[in-house]
Every structure is written in C-alpha cells, then in structure tokens.
C-alpha cells in the first residue's frame, strides 16, 4: 500500500502511523509501515497532539513543510541519502473518523493536485481500515461468544453430571432406608413370634408344675 502511495504521488518516501486505542485512557500513534526515511524515527510512540503526526491528528487537518529542519529523518534513494525537501502529513479519516496519518516527503515541492490525491487516498485507506477493524472486531466478538457458549455448554454438563450423581445418592439412600424398614419390621416380627413362643412355654411349666404338684400330694 505504501509502495504503491509513493508511485502514485511520485514521492520519496512514506510512513503510516495507526492510532493504537486498546487502552481508550492512554490511545497514542504508532508506525506500522514505511517506505524510505529512518527507521529509528517509525520505532517510536508518538502521542495525542505531539509533533506533527499527533498535531495532524488531532486537529484532522493537513499539515505541510516546505522548509525541513537538519535534524529531521533523511530519505534512502538509489542516489544514497537526502533530506526532503517537502513533506505533508494527511490524517487519515473519513467523515469526523480519524485512524492515522499519513506522512509523505519528497525531494521536490509537492503540487496541489498531489496533496488532493492524497487526501483522497486517505479517505479510502480509512474506509478500508474501518472495515477491516470493524470486521476484526466482530469476528473477535463471535470468538468471544463461541468461546462463553462452550463454557457455560460445560458448566451445564458438569451440573448435569452432578444432579444425576445426587438423585443417586439419594436414591441409594432410599434404598437402604427401605431395607431398614423391612429388617426392622422382620424383626419385629420375628420378637412377636418370640414372645409367643415363650408365653407358649411359660403356659407349658405352668401346667407341668401343677401335675406334679397334684403327685406329690397323692
């Protein structure tokens, strides 16, 4: 993309800055593509409002320099190393959406037509961005619902697995409840037939001590 950016303007050398907004209290820029220029200057940070990248992107407005300090990035050429001699720094937005900025240097004054291209150009990459992030966050949504519905699909399987081991228990403990009840009522049971029994034979020396009572007196 930035290849192609510097073809269309016919400039030297290009950066693209995104604006980084994962921690919405402390959203900066950063340098995710270069073409030319220092590389130690696209490793860096750049705040909200800070130099002219931030500056452009926080008042969403194209800024120029015609007259570049010495101590600004040079431009890798087939001709060695060079300082631009202009360079436009172009927000990338879209209606009141600002993503980046785009920073074009050349070794020559760009003209008005390129600057318009390139703020039409803007609008575009913004669009695409856009897209591509809304699509990113959407997929990354569905991921995140996927990945709840497979939770709460094992949550409800192991409360599953975990009432179906209690209505067990409970049941075995029914069970032996119910043997209880019959042993104790057995032997219950069995008592009564004891107690008759023993009646039976307390009756039975009742009568054998009076038979042989009466013989003794005979």
């Known amino acids: 993309m930035i290849h192609g950016i510097i073809e269309y303007t016919e400039a030297n050398a290009a950066i693209l800055y995104l604006v980084n907004d994962e921690n919405a209290g402390n ?15 696209t ?55 600002v993503l980046g900025v785009l920073e074009i240097a050349s070794f020559l004054q760009m003209k008005g037509y390129k600057i318009m291209l390139l703020e039409k150009l803007a609008e575009n990459i913004t669009s695409t961005l856009a897209t591509e992030r809304a699509n990113a966050r959407l997929k990354k949504m569905i991921e995140k619902s996927e990945m709840q519905a497979r939770e ?14 209690m209505m067990s228990t409970q049941e075995e403990a029914a069970r032996r409840e119910d043997e209880l009840i019959q042993m104790a009522e057995e032997s219950a049971s069995r008592e009564e037939e004891l107690n008759a029994r023993i009646s039976e034979l307390e009756n039975e020396i009742s009568e054998l001590q009076e038979k042989t009572n009466k013989s003794i007196k005979n």
């Open 27 to 41: 959203k900066y820029l950063e340098a995710i593509a270069h073409f030319g220029g220092n590389k130690e200057k």
């Open 152 to 165: 709460m699909a094992l949550q409800e399987e192991e409360m599953r697995k975990n009432m179906e081991e």
């Open 43 to 97: 490793d860096k940070k750049i705040e909200i409002g800070e130099g002219q990248v931030g500056t452009c992107f926080k008042e969403k407005k194209i800024i120029e320099l015609n007259e570049v300090s010495d101590n600004y990035y040079k431009i890798s050429s087939g001709l060695g190393n060079d300082m631009p001699k202009h360079i436009a720094f172009v927000p990338l937005k879209h209606d009141e959406l």
